[in-house]
């Protein structure tokens, strides 16, 4: 067998190698391939022996493959002939591999490098710093490190693939590295942590340091408007901190046997609050009970029914998605508040000097009951604590999580909810949510872990939340923007619309109920008594007879003549043939009143048709050669009864022929007879499209009113009836919806243009009544368009006797208070576009920054490429 080296003198050899790691790998003798290897001693070979007749691994250590450090893999001329064996961990797996290390001393020096430092310049990260033994790969390091933040890897389970690398039928035969791995792996985390910040890796860092800080949170020094003291009262708001408070159990730590010398290297340096003074806070506490609920009982307010050491974390987050430094805590019995006031007043210390705060927390209506109360023994208790100088809370707006707000009782629902408080724009509170959801896997290993490692986990898994999300984050933004505008021109130009239809006197005293209502609500002293406005203020139940009444009410105050015309007369068909589906005998006296009024009303129509039309429309016919109209459906009735329902009353209406331009073809209406036929008609179907739509409206909201009301029906005959009412209603419903969409079929007819913006196509998702109480209201509704239905309701506020009036006129003045308090949230939503301006100030900042620091390391190169190439990196994610 001869070697494939061409500069190979050796000649006919009897085993041949060849390499594994290397791309079309040649065969070649020993020789050769310690020649090609000197610079990767970490490559798995394989041998070929003829007696056996297939490649067997082999390592190059049995080639007598030796690791010189320190002279680019020559030997040392300084070294005595010394070798250490080692275990190296690559990605190819594990291997054993003599190491010599340098003896030279470089000038000035007064030893030779040690050899743990010898190790980390060749790109292998040693398991111990004296003597090791061990070490890994650089790119091992950068796998496990990737591969634990994306996927939850455990170095359990990384180390388990690297020996089923080296060998995956006799894996128990690889060295265990597992326990040198863990202790590499983390110090490996906190390095590059330590890098990132541009810190000394060294203990008791200053507080946040390591974190990574979100660009677009106010982060004082660094990114606010030189003139954000100044700005009016009304206006704080855009340089307020938006944090949200979360406790997540899936985070615990099981009760186990613990090292009393394990430590956090990352102590509160990054997102944890500083472990040994908060057990300091916490021997001083001694038992607390539960504090009594005044909403739901929460399970979370409990303190009972959790295990182990910890039973989960408390963690602080910002409205972007970030986590915020210095506000996680462990919790043993709950979230207990006085846990979580140590978090709070420890995540806030960079914030404290800001005038005002916005917070949510799924439990803010209890945790802020007594909290200024707690915060006064806190400072007794916490007094000579370096991590908690300051203890005083700027004001803040206490608000409850969008997705949790549901839970709690009605009053909680529109006191503590971010869609009626000033100046929270578009937060909807859940971000830590969001963050938890992402590192509920990860429970299943910190569980496991000692304190101090378990913390620079959660560490360093919040430190990538928060890069991923700075990457991202300045596009995401202009994003937000723009959606913001487009929101709030669509419910702007509604409520325009529907604030025409209101008289200047009624919506002055509507802004200022608003008003007083959104001034007093931020203060938890004023939720006693605290008129909501924001829904009825009595549930009002209606009667059959009230909704008849409001209606022929309504008609009445349209309809201000009796004139005898075409479409009032089609409108008495269609209403007719509707009564008579359901009467077909003609027994009740409102049908009989019904059918006496109708045929009156058509005999005098008939007259004025003979006199005024009916020529005319001879004439189209006539010279269009169309056919005359016959009886048929007309009125958009729904649809004719099955035969075994029809009387002969409904068959004697339903033969009526009401001849009208509308009803002819094309042709016919264009001829010049029917000109004015043609637009007195158009006129009155419009009128009588807006009676429909008025029908609609009154049908949906009365209809709303029994849906509320069916749930509180207790017996059966109570619960019969209602729910006969509700099938009632839903009748009516249908038949004004079919109703507008006949008319709408005419007005196309008559040349009304298809786009027409007043009289639109009435779709099934447009027959709906808009949300009348809070508690029905749920996480979307902000970017729910409301019918169109319901942009103009006008004539709802006519004077008509009857509780039904009533109830409409309450249940649109809450659709105008919703509506208006939508507006005003995006409005502050576009105004929160200072949070783009910060994010540009804070990318610029920290160029600054990293310029300042590439000219100030010297001749630390490594030091100052580092600095350069984050510079560069800032660079591309700032612009959008």
């Not at 660009?215 to 020094?221: E, S």
């Not at 637009?679 to 807006?690: H, I, M, T």
């Amino acid at each position: 067998m001869q070697c494939e080296s061409k500069t190979c003198t050796a000649g006919t050899q009897d085993v041949l190698y060849r390499c594994e790691e290397c791309f079309l790998p040649p065969s070649l003798c020993s020789t050769c391939t310690l020649s090609e290897h000197a610079r990767n001693p970490l490559h798995r070979i394989r041998q070929w022996l003829p007696s056996a007749g297939f490649w067997e691994p082999c390592e190059l250590q049995e080639l007598g493959c030796v690791l010189h450090l320190g002279h680019s893999g020559a030997k040392c001329p300084s070294a005595r002939d010394q070798r250490r064996t080692m275990t190296l961990g690559s990605e190819a797996g594990f291997q054993q591999v003599d190491v010599a290390f340098c003896h030279c001393i470089a000038p000035g020096a007064t030893e030779r490098p040690r050899d743990a430092i010898q190790l980390i310049e060749a790109g292998l990260f040693p398991a111990s710093w004296e003597q090791p033994m061990s070490a890994f790969t650089v790119p091992v390091h950068k796998a496990f490190h990737l591969l634990s933040l994306q996927a939850q890897t455990t170095a359990s389970d990384f180390i388990t693939y690297l020996r089923r690398r080296t060998d995956n039928v006799l894996t128990d035969a690889t060295p265990d590295r597992y326990r040198e791995f863990m202790t590499s792996s983390r110090e490996f985390a906190f390095l590059r942590a330590a890098r990132r910040a541009d810190v000394l890796p060294r203990r008791n860092l200053e507080a946040g340091s390591l974190a990574v800080l979100c660009p677009a949170c106010p982060q004082p020094d660094i990114n606010m408007d030189p003139n954000w003291e100044n700005r009016p009262a009304e206006l704080r708001y855009l340089d307020a901190l938006y944090h949200g408070v979360d406790g997540n159990f899936h985070s615990n730590q099981k009760t186990k046997p613990l090292d009393p010398n394990d430590f956090a290297l990352t102590e509160g340096a990054a997102y944890f609050a500083h472990a040994e003074e908060f057990a300091q806070y916490q021997a001083g506490l001694g038992d607390l009970e539960p504090e009594p609920s005044t909403c739901h009982k929460f399970a979370a307010m409990g303190y009972g029914g959790y295990s182990g050491n910890v039973s989960g974390t408390v963690g602080f987050s910002c409205r972007h998605m970030c986590v915020l430094p210095g506000g996680g805590v462990d919790l043993q019995k709950g979230e207990r508040f006085a846990n979580v006031d140590f978090a709070m007043v420890s995540g806030l210390q960079r914030w404290m000097g800001l005038k005002l705060h916005v917070s949510g927390y799924d439990i803010n209506c209890q945790y802020r009951i007594h909290l200024n109360k707690r915060l006064e023994q806190f400072r007794e208790d916490t007094a000579g604590l370096k991590s908690v100088q300051n203890t005083h809370i700027p004001k803040t707006i206490a608000c409850i999580g969008k997705f949790h707000l549901p839970a709690h009782k009605e009053a909680c629902q529109y006191l503590f909810s971010y869609t009626y408080h000033h100046g929270v724009g578009r937060t909807d509170g859940e971000a830590p949510e969001r963050i938890w959801s992402m590192l509920n896997a990860l429970g299943t290993s910190t569980r496991e872990m000692t304190s101090g490692h378990r913390h620079d986990r959660i560490n360093d898994h919040h430190s990538d939340v928060n890069t991923r999300r700075m990457h991202n984050l300045a596009k995401a933004t202009a994003k937000k923007y723009e959606d913001a505008k487009v929101q709030f021109e669509h419910i702007d130009a509604k409520q325009q619309t529907s604030e025409a239809a209101i008289d200047a006197e009624t919506l002055e005293q509507w802004m200022d109920e608003e008003w007083t209502f959104v001034e007093k609500v931020q203060d938890i002293r004023n939720h006693k008594g605290l008129v909501n406005p924001y829904q009825p203020k009595v549930a009002k139940r209606t009667g059959r007879d009230d909704r008849r009444g409001h209606l022929a009410a309504a008609r009445k105050v349209r309809n201000a003549s009796d004139r005898p015309d075409a479409n009032l007369t089609a409108a008495d068909r269609a209403r007719l043939l509707a009564m008579l589906r359901e009467d077909p005998e003609v027994q009740t006296e409102a049908t009989q009143n019904a059918r006496e009024a109708f045929l009156a009303r058509l005999a005098t129509w008939r007259g004025m048709y003979s006199m005024f039309l009916a020529a005319s429309i001879g004439q189209a016919v006539g010279s269009s050669g169309a056919k005359r109209a016959a009886a048929g459906p007309q009125g958009g009735r729904g649809g004719a009864p099955s035969a075994e329902v029809r009387g002969a009353a409904w068959e004697e209406i339903d033969a009526v022929v009401i001849e009208l331009p509308s009803s002819l073809n094309a042709k016919a209406r264009a001829h010049d007879c029917l000109r004015v036929a043609v637009g007195v008609e158009r006129k009155l179907r419009e009128a009588e499209a807006d009676e429909a739509l008025d029908d609609l409206r009154s049908e949906l909201i009365t209809g709303y009113a029994l849906r509320r009301h069916y749930p509180h029906a207790t017996t059966y005959d109570h619960r019969t009836r209602a729910n006969a009412n509700r099938v009632k209603k839903q009748k009516g419903i249908e038949q004004a919806a079919a109703r507008y969409r006949w008319i709408r079929k005419c007005l196309l007819a008559l040349g009304m243009s298809p786009d027409d913006t007043r009289y639109r196509v009435l779709q099934k998702g447009d027959v709906t009544a808009f949300k009348v109480f809070v508690k029905e209201t749920q996480v979307g509704d902000g970017k729910e368009k409301v019918s169109w239905v319901w942009e103009d309701f006008g004539n709802l506020q006519q004077s008509s006797d009857g509780r039904v009036q009533e109830y409409c006129a309450e249940a649109l003045k809450v659709f105008w208070f919703r509506r208006n308090a939508l507006r005003a949230r995006w409005a502050e939503e576009i105004l929160l576009l200072e949070e783009m301006q910060r994010i540009m100030r804070f990318f610029h900042s920290y160029e600054r920054k990293w310029v300042l620091a590439a000219s100030g390391y010297g001749d630390a190169a490594g030091h100052a490429a580092y600095a350069k190439r984050c510079d560069g990196r800032l660079r591309s994610v700032a612009l959008p």
